[in-house]
């Protein structure tokens, strides 16, 4: 009987605690962004911050619910969860319902569900699953096709459901993959590639060319093995500038043009002042009223409720991916720091609980809860704050919508759980 | 090193976002103020200017409605150019107009109105006011104009014209578009005449549409109106004084004794307030203030600042009574003037010995050497003299600024010991080093108020009241500065013999030729030497005419300085002016028709063409009279008549 009491406060109230703040902060902010005239009823169905009052009571229930199973049972399951997952991101092409272009709900009645937000959870259990298995190395090429096939399914049903924002995510897991002991090459790769993406639309094909070929020269002459020969550095500089060509070519032809305007604007390509002010009154007018409404924050911010831009409405979706916004203009600098200390407090908390976990199923599902709340917290802020592209993600337990935070919330406490039975792994 | 990839990231983003926000909101952000906050409609509501009566109560400065076109930029929508032209064709500007105007506004400040096309004709508000709301950022607001019931008294009134950047950097009440007083009255009483505006805080969204007051309206203000305010001028008599000035240049200050209240102030050149009006107000001003020869806009009454000339001798005559170095009745000799060292001090034909009455109405300027030299050298030094003698005549208003209600002032000259130490080396002067000061040459320089002033103090007999424009403001009390006696150093006893001097100026000396039948008028002329640089040598020109007077002898009712440029002597054109000004006010009518019809007849413009001629020219004794031409008459005459009698 003790024992049970004992195992039943073994959760990890560090992160518990900071969830609530979380949740808590997010929902004042929610009433800010979303309540118009006089707020009468926290339990207003027709009003976003109404219903979030009902999503966050319901999120409690399901707590209970996660906490309720055996750790065990996530492991176990976690295939049949990540199936199910899959064939509701299947079923949407069929039952799915179109909200401003994306079909990405399901509706119930006058409720909608994004099974989007729940494949996340399914993913980091299923990729957790995988690595965990004894037979799995992650260094062969035969797993790593195996994992990426793992993240790209999801990854591809939601970007074919037109959600490019939710797919981003799933690249998330390379940290996860990374740390499982993916060779650093990839690493390497992918900053390059990167790099050389950045390049090639800033200063065009030529510059680009210039500068990766004087790299690899350089590095060709200052090799300390003989092992790699010219021919293969050449190979890898026409690789490197196929590479530039294709992503210019990509951005000139396989971009929508909102598309194709967020990067420049971000990358500030566009040179002609009239047409860059017809791009920023198409593209970032958004990002400019959030960027205002940040800055008249000041140090202290106006307060609750007195935000005079948040009042006004002029922030569009401000209660759900430009959530951030509230806080900057009614809390200021001290309220939004605070956020952000947040976050990176509860991420470097599950990473130091991830790394004390005795099961490797348990550390793998602990990063790729980091690596996802990581992904979503630097998009979303980056975005709202102006220093990353416009992509529309939600900000985990900030942003308003009932699949969000459930998804959020199950993703988090299935690892609370898991943690909490480490004492019990041998 | 695979444990701390993702941690060093976190941690770096974590850094990065916090230095972002502290970019964005420390440092470039700023205190909240309701005035920045764009979506916050602040609409103003401009009350009432007060109105403007003269002495009488009758009605000099009213308002008229105006319509501002103002601008937001920011909230701008650019317009294809079939709207612009639209847009342009309402406005009465061009399509070059709509944007330059709306880059200044632009330039001054992309978040605060700016008046884009100010002050609309009804007619173009009735049109443009159905289709303002096609045209995003920009809105109509209403104020008022001032509308003026006369022609006369521009430099006494003033006008009010839109606030610059400048006014706004050190006045916040004021945002731009708003009017401020700019001269006369409407400067000095800016704030009573304005009131305050009231402002309405209205929460927008970001359609631009209005969705209820900002704090339930707890910071929003009614407009308090501005007040009504009666000054002291007596319109009759400025419009007289107006006509007299036409077609010469100088001042005539006349301020009513007993109370220091300015009955008139007329500057020639003057102009017809009516010109500062509306959308010609900038075109016409500029037009005043490029005059640099006429300087229409520049107040002789107020601050052209000349030797006094011979109205000063008064003074000394005062300061040696009250220092007892002189009697009534001691003599000094005068041969066509003073001669002290091997230099002498020039005099006209007269009689001799003279005492001091005679000193006086004959302004013999010997009689005032000698008294001058006895009142400083009464003292040890004659240093100690001086500042005792400066001291004197600094009580009578001269030598400083009269911290009046006047726009503008001028604080004259009066020299002290320091001045001639500075000039000459501390105790290297002796007495007669500044002996030009006994006849109001030399270092002394007045305004016309002041000189004014000064005759108000002798007609009181030592004390008077600083000259004033305000009569009356709704409900207030005028400063206590004007209503309490500033008293001069010259005990009462000693003003008698002084003012029968200047009482026989009229009687048998200098003035007789300008006598009012029926008013006992005391007044003192003068002359005083000018000159201008024409090309580049100093050259003299026609001396300026220049009288004091005040009347009657005993409980004057009116004193008066008349200031003539080139005028020649005192009593040509200055003395019959004050005359003929003194008739009017304690009169009503004039009885000395022949020196009227001198006054508006003759032109001065001559004499004021002469240092532009590249000629040669005579001064003085070789100036001639010149009459004016039959339509110049006419049109006199005319405005003589539109004067209302009494």
Redesign the interface.
């Known amino acids: 009987m003790l024992r049970e009491n004992q195992r039943r406060f073994k959760f990890d109230w560090i992160t518990i605690i900071i969830f609530l703040l979380l949740v808590a902060f997010g929902y004042v902010n929610i009433l800010s962004a979303s309540h118009v005239g006089e707020i009468t009823n926290y339990f207003d169905m027709g009003q976003p911050y109404g219903k979030q009052t009902v999503f966050i009571g319901l999120t409690f229930i399901l707590i209970i619910l996660i906490l309720s199973f055996e750790a065990k049972f996530y492991e176990r399951f976690a295939s049949i969860i990540y199936i199910v997952a899959i064939l509701s991101l299947l079923g949407l092409f069929i039952f799915g319902k179109d909200v401003n272009g994306a079909r990405s709900w399901y509706g119930i009645g006058s409720m909608t569900i994004q099974p989007s937000e729940f494949a996340k959870f399914a993913t980091a259990l299923a990729v957790a699953k995988y690595i965990s298995d004894l037979q799995t190395n992650m260094e062969t090429l035969k797993d790593q096709i195996r994992v990426a096939a793992i993240i790209f399914t999801p990854a591809l049903l939601i970007l074919l459901q037109n959600d490019a924002g939710s797919t981003i995510v799933y690249l998330a897991f390379f940290f996860v993959f990374y740390r499982e002991g993916l060779q650093q090459v990839y690493l390497i790769v992918a900053l390059a590639l990167i790099i050389l993406a950045v390049l090639s639309l800033k200063y065009g094909l030529i510059v680009t060319s210039v500068i990766a070929s004087i790299i690899l020269l350089v590095r060709y002459f200052l090799r300390k093995k003989k092992r790699a020969s010219l021919i293969q550095y050449i190979l890898v500089l026409i690789i490197s500038i196929g590479f530039a060509y294709g992503v210019k070519l990509f951005y000139e032809h396989g971009l929508k043009p909102h598309q194709q305007n967020r990067i420049s604007l971000w990358l500030r390509l566009e040179k002609d002042p009239a047409k860059l002010e017809r791009m920023k009154k198409a593209e970032a007018y958004n990002l400019i009223q959030s960027e205002q409404a940040i800055s008249s924050g000041g140090t202290y911010g106006k307060g609750f409720l007195q935000g005079t831009r948040t009042t006004g409405k002029f922030v569009p979706e401000q209660h759900t991916d430009y959530i951030f916004s509230t806080v900057g203009e009614e809390w200021g600098f001290l309220g939004s720091s605070f956020v952000v200390i947040l976050f990176v407090a509860l991420i470097v908390r599950i990473l130091y609980l991830a790394e004390s976990q005795k099961s490797q199923f348990s550390r793998v599902y602990g990063y790729g809860v980091a690596s996802i709340l990581f992904v979503h917290f630097t998009i979303n802020t980056g975005m709202v704050m102006g220093l990353i592209p416009t992509v529309g993600i939600p900000l985990p337990f900030f942003s308003y919508g009932g699949s969000g935070l459930w998804g959020f919330t199950i993703l988090l406490f299935i690892f609370i759980k898991l943690d909490s039975n480490k004492i019990n792994e041998w | 090193m695979?444990?701390l990839?993702?941690?060093t990231?976190?941690?770096l983003?974590?850094i990065?976002?916090?230095a972002?926000?502290?970019y964005?909101?420390?440092y470039?952000?700023?205190?909240?103020d309701?005035f920045e906050?764009s979506?916050?409609k602040k609409e103003y509501n401009y009350p009432k200017r007060g109105y403007v009566y003269d002495r009488n109560g009758k009605l000099l400065v009213a308002n008229q409605p105006s319509y501002d076109v103002m601008v937001i930029p920011r909230d701008v929508e650019?317009l294809d150019s079939i709207e612009i032209e639209e847009f342009c064709t309402l406005l009465k500007i061009t399509k070059e107009d709509y944007f330059k105007k709306l880059d200044r506004a632009t330039r001054y400040s992309p978040r605060l109105p700016s008046p884009f096309v100010a002050q609309l004709s009804k007619i173009d508000y009735a049109v443009l006011q159905e289709k303002m709301r096609k045209y995003r950022g920009f809105y109509i607001q209403k104020r008022s104009l001032r509308l003026y019931q006369t022609t006369i008294g521009a430099n006494v009134l003033g006008d009010i014209g839109e606030v610059n950047r400048s006014i706004i950097a050190k006045q916040p009440y004021y945002n731009m578009g708003d009017l401020i007083g700019k001269q006369g009255v409407e400067k000095t009483y800016e704030k009573t005449l304005r009131g305050v505006k009231g402002i309405k805080f209205i929460?927008?969204?970001?359609f631009n549409k209005d969705?209820?007051p900002?704090?339930d309206g707890t910071l929003d203000t009614l407009p308090v109106p501005g007040k009504d305010i009666k000054i002291t001028i007596d319109s009759k008599l400025q419009a007289y004084g107006e006509l007299l000035m036409k077609n010469k240049r100088g001042g005539i200050i006349a301020i009513e004794p007993a109370s220091g209240e300015i009955l008139a102030m007329v500057s020639g050149p003057s102009y017809n307030p009516n010109l500062l009006v509306g959308r010609n107000r900038s075109k016409n001003f500029t037009k005043l203030y490029n005059d640099s020869i006429a300087k229409p806009l520049f107040d002789r009454g107020l601050q052209a600042m000349y030797p006094p000339g011979s109205p000063f001798k008064t003074l000394n005559a005062l300061i040696a009574l009250q220092e007892g170095v002189v009697t009534t009745t001691d003599k000094f000799s005068c041969s066509l003037g003073y001669r002290y060292g091997n230099r002498k001090m020039g005099c006209h034909v007269h009689r001799s010995p003279a005492d001091m009455n005679l000193g006086i109405y004959e302004s013999c300027n010997a009689y005032f050497a000698n008294v001058y030299r006895k009142i400083i050298d009464k003292y040890d030094s004659p240093a100690e003299g001086m500042d005792n003698w400066s001291n004197h005549i600094k009580s009578f208003g001269l030598g400083n600024y009269l911290n009046n209600d006047l726009s503008v002032g001028q604080p004259g000259k009066v020299p002290t010991a320091a001045t001639y130490d500075r000039g000459y080396g501390k105790n290297k002067w002796y007495t007669t080093f500044t002996i030009s000061n006994a006849i109001g040459q030399g270092e002394v320089l007045a305004t016309p108020i002041q000189l004014a002033n000064m005759a108000a103090a002798i007609g009181n007999r030592g004390f008077y009241y600083t000259p004033h424009i305000i009569k009356e403001i709704e409900g207030e009390p005028i400063p206590e500065n004007f209503t309490t006696p500033k008293y001069t150093t010259i005990d009462k006893q000693h003003f008698e013999p002084v003012v029968q001097g200047m009482f026989d100026v009229y009687n048998k000396g200098t003035a007789k030729w300008v006598q009012i039948p029926g008013i006992e008028i005391c007044g003192k002329t003068g002359t005083a030497e000018n000159f201008a640089i024409i090309n580049g040598e100093k050259t003299q020109l026609t001396d300026h005419s220049i009288f004091m007077a005040f009347a009657p002898k005993d409980n004057p009712k009116i004193a008066i300085a008349v200031f003539v440029e080139n005028g020649y002597f005192g009593s040509r054109f200055a003395g019959r002016m004050a005359s003929l000004m003194i008739e009017r006010y304690i009169k009503g009518e004039i009885s000395r028709t022949d020196m009227e019809d001198f006054v508006l007849r003759h032109t001065l413009e001559h004499e004021y063409a002469k240092p532009y001629s590249d000629e040669p020219f005579g001064i003085n004794r070789q100036t001639t009279l010149e009459t004016v031409s039959p339509e110049e008459y006419q049109n006199i005459m005319q405005i003589k008549a539109n004067i209302p009698k009494d």
């Open positions: 695979r444990k990839l993702l941690l990231i976190v941690i983003v974590g990065v976002f916090i972002r926000l502290f964005l909101q420390v470039g952000g700023y205190e909240y309701v906050d979506a916050i650019p929460q927008k969204d970001r969705i209820g900002f704090q």
